[in-house]
């Protein structure tokens, strides 16, 4: 099964960057999708971006052209670039994983806190 544990979350001022990791481990395979949603107090979890093992991207339309995520098919590791960080941002974001195109289940990591304040 796999397991996901991201790094990366802490305190940024409005304008600034953050750079999130995620690694998976316990499968040997190429994870079919991979990416970050995330979730603030009293709103729903939502999409920030996910990636493909072939590279295709999808974006929250909140963070387009602001975040970046790419992924290390190899480590079986994705990272989500965060730059012109908003207070809007401040959210638990949890990396997800669908590990086989048949999958209807994914798999969650257990989330990192991003502060976005003066």
């Known amino acids: 099964q796999v397991q996901l544990v991201e790094s990366g979350g802490g305190l940024v001022q409005p304008g600034g960057s953050l750079r999130l990791s995620c690694a998976a481990s316990?499968?040997?395979?190429?994870?079919?999708?991979m990416g970050w949603y995330r979730q603030a107090p009293g709103k729903q979890r939502e999409l920030v971006a996910v990636i493909t093992s072939g590279g295709s991207t999808n974006y929250g339309d909140s963070v387009k052209g602001r975040f970046t995520i790419s992924r290390d098919n190899a480590k079986n590791t994705v990272n989500l670039q965060m730059n012109s960080l908003k207070p809007e941002d401040t959210a638990v974001y949890y990396c997800?994983?669908?590990?086989?195109?048949?999958?209807?289940?994914?798999?969650w990591g257990q989330g990192t806190q991003v502060t976005v304040s003066s």
């Open positions: 997800t994983a669908v590990p086989r195109v048949a999958d209807t289940v994914g798999v």
């Open positions: 316990g499968s040997i395979f190429s994870i079919h999708i």
